[in-house]
């Protein structure tokens, strides 16, 4: 005996993963293309610590 497996059930498995993996694409390229911050620009002096 098969039960046969609904094709609804697998187009909405394959398009809940689709979905998935295009938000995490688009997560991890948005965070690659934000501009970073530079660091301090060196003036020559030492550095002042406590």
Do not use: H, V, W
């Amino acid at each position: 005996m098969t039960k046969k497996i609904p094709t609804k059930t697998i187009a909405g498995a394959i398009g809940s993963a689709a979905i998935a993996a295009a938000l995490l694409y688009a997560g991890k390229r948005k965070k690659k293309n934000e501009p970073k911050q530079p660091g301090p620009i060196p003036s020559g002096e030492k550095p002042e610590t406590d």
